[in-house]
């Protein structure tokens, strides 16, 4: 993780694994210091596995509501559009016919959408805790000490990616 130097230092590293049950769909919330946190794709997430080719992003996430349309204004960030933990911010197809959904994993307003990667999706497989971030979610104030509460930590999660690899040897 030599790109993330910037990163490293004021963010910290939460995850969510198997996220709704599906095996592997991993997020990687990175909360900054002054509670901003950018959802990204966790390492061990399908799309980032080799071999993968992402197809399409997209942030319509149904008939009546698309991700794109979110539009924040002024100190208060009106207009955002409030997400729970399982809310959907996009889906992505892999060439081989998969989709994925990525969900917020975290409560709070939808301040920003990644819209480069819909233009340049490689950048989400070559640069996903940078570049290649999904969405910048803002939690409530009061909220902001809580809302790590279902997620690991960076060591907790490098246990579950050995345990995994020890049951699938």
């Known amino acids: ?11 910290t590293r939460w995850y969510k694994p198997d996220v709704k049950g599906r095996p592997c769909e991993d ?47 002024g100190k208060s960030k009106r207009g955002a559009q409030f997400l729970t933990e399982l809310a959907p911010l996009c889906r992505i197809s892999s060439s081989d016919g998969e989709e994925y959904t ?22 989400l497989q070559e640069k996903p805790s940078t570049e290649g971030y999904i969405a910048v979610v803002l939690p409530k104030f009061e909220e902001s000490k809580s809302i790590t509460q279902g997620l690991l930590t960076q ?13 699938s040897s």
Do not use: D
């Open 1 to 11: 993780m030599a790109a993330a130097g910037g990163a490293e230092r004021y963010f």
């Open 27 to 73: 997020f990687c919330v990175l909360q900054h210091s002054n509670r901003i946190c950018v959802i990204t794709l966790a390492e061990a997430h399908p799309l980032l596995q080799s071999g993968k080719t992402i197809k399409s992003i997209n942030y319509q996430i149904s008939a009546n509501c698309s991700r794109l349309q979110n539009k924040v204004s």
């Open 102 to 123: 990525i969900y917020s994993c975290i409560r709070g307003r939808l301040i920003e959408v990644n819209e480069n990667i819909l233009s340049n999706p490689a950048i």
């Open 155 to 167: 060591k907790e999660y490098e246990e579950v990616l050995l345990k995994r690899l020890n049951s």
